[in-house]
């Protein structure tokens, strides 16, 4: 039996969503409760992957589905494809299984050609309506289908409109806009050289692999990597007879919200436009009006579209973006889709949803897109300084938070000075899918045009990123790169900051402040806590960052670095004295020097977890990172050491590695000189009996780790040495104190052999930045040379440093733990490296079996949400 590829919306459902994709398992829904929505089917995301499969080509067996599927439309339209007595129109969207706003693109008005608009013209009495689809569709096609680029369709428009003396699209006439049409056919034909396509299905099968194509265009590609999208899931294709917004004065179109998707408010929230089509919202051409507008535009619509709102949040029960068109008064519903929203709003949601009985708190926590928790954390204006601070103009606060930087004008812009270490802020007259790499290396962006629903508006939120949208005082000149504002004109670089929640737009930089957290991020994280299994630390290897850590919830530290705590001017000298030493009695005095601020720095740390597990990585880096490198330093050294400049240049010229990143670093340094070891154990035991002494009623835990093992000989030997000076400080002190000593995973052998390990270790704790390194056989500081072009030929589809490679590394972990806990029972185990704040990391955590994750402070609540999101996961699947 041949594979079914095409559905009529009556014939999906919600459940079929990897099938039909979001958008057309909605419209299938909406279809079954009965909603007024235009009729169409889907071409279905297996169809997109079997393109790619067929080398960019939609098979026969396909393209015969698609015509019988349009003449079932045309049945069930009582319309035609190309007949000059009903022609039927339709628009041709994508729909990807998770949402991706803005990224792939839409056809609207396809089946038109001269003979049609003619048609609709005379049997409507409205020409210019006609022509104004007719150019649309000219314009969309050229632009999507064929790549032509908008930018020359547009000159047309405004030279039309500069000799009009007009300054808005709606202002042209049907004459102009007919003569319009036949300058786009034009300009079509200068570009592509043949002419533009006049039968409609030659036009849709052309659209439907523009759609398929779209899911291939770097800013998708950028989009999904971002949002751990897989390529393999593919786009569908959703082709719908046409309802026209642009027919008139009782006609309109319009996006709404059924809460607000900044602040998470319950009620309508939405924009709205007359004798318009969907793009005109979206893209932020006219700035529209606000929803209840509608009321006295089209009270019968108005009063269905409100029923429609609640009968579709309570079906999904979530908030519902949804996009419309009214046609002579009458509804027609386009989409309907769980909104994007902040992470604000998406706390405020969720336990509005379980107030009203709508969800279960199991529920509620898995709602919440972990990684959206970060822009709660960010910084806000220093409302002192805000309060100083006269606004120079203010847009719509399209995306909460505070950005401050210099303006920049192009998104390539944008890139450039950020990666060169400049905060800006992205200037737009609006923004466009293509913008994304610039938006995402900006903190904030600034439009011109567009409502809250524009693209610039909703993928900011859905980046966390600051932004203002729809300033219309704003006299922009992108050619020059200015912009003019409360009578100031700011050039490229100037300094500007940016209120995503109230809109304002002030001169120069405002200080920031931490943000704090609000009452529903609580009750969350409470909920969150209460279904996790996993535990979750910090990665801290300062008081402060500590601090943090467990204000946001860290139970723990699970990798402290005490590298870090050698480079303080008064540490470093001492340090290179202890390199320089040619005998032990040297090294040690140099290291005895150390070791009270050593101390210090750990009974710091116990004192700021409260009694909570603390691990502490002992010396990990080569020596070399810790020399002098400028003649001064040099001299000053050979001084101290009473050495030659040049016996000191010797002893740098022989700490030079080949290959530092496998070279003498690590438990290497602690058999080489076991000095370091004892100093940094005197100093952890010392700092712990200190603060317990301090502290009788906390349990101070340190965890000593030694780093970088490979083979159980070697941890066996820096164990004995760490044991045989910890027994003899506990002793001496006549404290009664408990200690771990563990071990880093972060070479494939040591996974390998992790059972004879085991013995010798009471934890094991994954560094998976080496750990990655290592599997792979590249450096993280030398990979993003050739990842882009590893992302460009599907190689990978994620950064392995960013997002845990849970095929190979994963899979020498799982091998860690399986042959690691047998051989010791009481082996507890957990991930320090930069994986352990990544949400699908911290799944993949918890599926292994892992007893924490670690993670840097302001990622802990993210890892406690999506700890919480496994564990209730996994209770579902069962």
């Not at 194509?213 to 294709?237: K, Q």
């Not at 002192?384 to 930087?405: F, I, M, V």
């Not at 994304?436 to 290396?441: A, F, Q, R």
Request: with cysteine; glycine share 8%.
């Amino acid at each position: 039996m041949a594979r079914k590829w095409v559905y009529l919306f009556t014939e999906g459902k919600a459940e079929m969503r990897e099938l039909l994709g979001g958008k057309g398992a909605n419209l299938a829904e909406m279809t079954n409760i009965g909603l007024p929505v235009p009729q169409g089917f889907t071409v279905t995301t297996e169809a997109c992957t079997q393109y790619y499969e067929d080398g960019k080509k939609i098979n026969d067996e396909i393209l015969g589905q698609i015509d019988e599927h349009i003449t079932k439309l045309e049945e069930i339209t009582g319309k035609k494809f190309g007949d000059h007595e009903n022609p039927l129109l339709v628009s041709v969207r994508s729909g990807a299984r998770a949402s991706m706003p803005g990224m792939m693109d839409t056809i609207l008005n396809l089946g038109l050609n001269e003979e049609v608009v003619k048609v609709i013209a005379d049997k409507s009495g409205n020409p210019r309506w006609a022509w104004d689809c007719y150019r649309r569709f000219i314009q969309m096609y050229s632009d999507v289908v064929m790549e032509v680029g908008k930018k020359y369709f547009e000159e047309l428009i405004d030279k039309m409109k500069e000799e009009k003396g007009v300054t808005q699209d709606v202002d042209l006439t049907a004459e102009d806009l007919e003569k319009l049409a036949g300058q786009f056919k034009d300009e079509y034909k200068s570009k592509i050289g043949k002419d533009f396509p006049t039968d409609p299905k030659e036009q849709l099968y052309g659209a439907i692999q523009a759609v398929f194509r779209s899911w291939d265009n770097p800013r998708a590609n950028v989009y999904r990597r971002d949002n751990d999208i897989p390529y393999s899931w593919g786009t569908a294709v959703n082709v719908q007879s046409m309802a026209f917004g642009n027919m008139g004065d009782d006609c309109g179109t319009g996006v709404a919200f059924t809460r607000d998707p900044a602040t998470g408010a319950k009620g309508l929230f939405g924009e709205f436009l007359t004798n318009a089509q969907g793009e005109d919202v979206v893209a932020g051409v006219r700035t529209p009006m606000h929803i209840d507008e509608m009321a006295n535009k089209f009270p019968e619509a108005f009063k269905e579209f409100n029923e429609v709102c609640a009968t579709l949040e309570k079906h999904y029960r979530d908030m519902q973006d949804m996009e419309f068109t009214v046609e002579h008064g009458k509804l027609y519903m386009l989409q309907t889709r769980n909104g994007k929203r902040t992470a604000q709003a998406a706390l405020k949601i969720a336990c509005d949803l379980v107030d009203e009985g709508m969800r279960t708190e199991e529920e509620a926590v898995a709602m919440i897109d972990p990684r959206n928790l970060d822009t709660l954390l960010h910084p806000q204006f220093d409302s002192k300084a805000l309060k100083a601070a006269t606004p120079l103009g203010k847009g719509l606060g399209a995306s909460p938070g505070a950005a401050c930087g210099k303006a920049v004008f192009t998104a390539d812009d944008a890139v450039v000075w950020a990666g060169r270490g400049e905060k800006v802020v992205l200037v737009r007259l609006e923004t466009s899918p293509e913008d994304i790499s610039g938006m995402k290396s900006a903190q904030g962006i600034l439009t011109v045009r567009g409502g809250m629903t524009s693209h610039a508006a909703v993928v900011a939120r859905g980046m966390g990123t600051c932004c203002v949208s729809g300033c219309g005082d704003i006299v922009m000149d992108e050619a020059n790169k200015k912009f003019t504002l409360g009578g100031k004109t700011f050039h490229e670089g100037d300094e500007i900051s940016i209120d995503g929640t109230t809109g304002n737009i002030y001169e120069g930089l405002i200080p920031t402040v931490d943000a704090t957290i609000a009452g529903e991020f609580g009750r969350i994280m409470a909920w969150a806590d209460k279904y996790r299994r996993l535990r979750v630390r910090t990665n801290a290897d300062t008081p402060a960052d500590a601090k943090k850590a467990r204000e946001l919830g860290a139970e723990g530290i699970g990798l402290c670095r005490t590298e870090h705590m050698f480079f303080e001017t008064d540490r470093i000298a001492a340090f290179r004295e202890m390199i320089c030493s040619d005998t032990v009695e040297g090294r040690e005095a140099a290291l005895e020097k150390i070791l009270p601020y050593q101390q210090g720095d750990f009974e710091q740390l116990y004192e700021a977890l409260e009694g909570t597990p603390v691990t502490i990585r002992f010396l990990d880096p080569p020596l070399h990172e810790f020399v002098p490198t400028t003649e001064e330093e040099i001299q000053k050294l050979a001084d101290a050491q009473g050495k030659s400049v040049q016996a000191i240049k010797d002893i740098i010229t022989g700490l030079h590695e080949f290959n530092p990143m496998m070279g003498h670093r690590g438990l290497r340094l602690a058999v080489t000189y076991p000095e370091i070891a004892k100093m940094q154990t005197k100093a952890v035991i010392r700092a712990a009996i200190n603060v317990q002494k301090k502290h009788p009623d906390w349990k101070v835990l340190p965890e000593i780790m030694i780093p970088l093992t490979s083979e159980v000989k070697e941890l066996k030997f820096v164990k004995k040495v760490v044991v045989e000076t910890a027994e003899a400080e506990i002793k001496a002190a006549g404290a009664d104190l408990h200690y771990e000593v563990g071990t880093m995973i972060e070479i494939p052998r040591a996974c390998l052999t992790a059972d004879e390990i085991a013995k010798e270790a009471d934890f094991f704790c994954f560094g998976t930045n080496d750990l990655t390194q290592m599997t792979f056989g590249f450096s993280r500081d030398d990979a993003g040379k050739f990842l882009n072009a590893y992302y460009d030929t599907k190689i990978f589809e994620n950064d392995p440093f960013a997002k845990l490679d849970q095929h190979g590394v994963g899979k020498l972990m799982e091998m860690a733990i399986k042959l690691g806990k047998p051989a010791n029972p009481k082996l507890h185990i957990g991930i320090c490296g930069e994986h352990g704040g990544d949400p699908s990391s911290v799944e993949f955590c918890h599926k292994i079996g892992l007893d924490y994750v670690s993670c840097s402070p302001f990622r802990v609540p993210v890892a406690r949400l999506a700890a919480a999101q496994a564990a209730i996961a996994e209770k579902k699947a069962k």
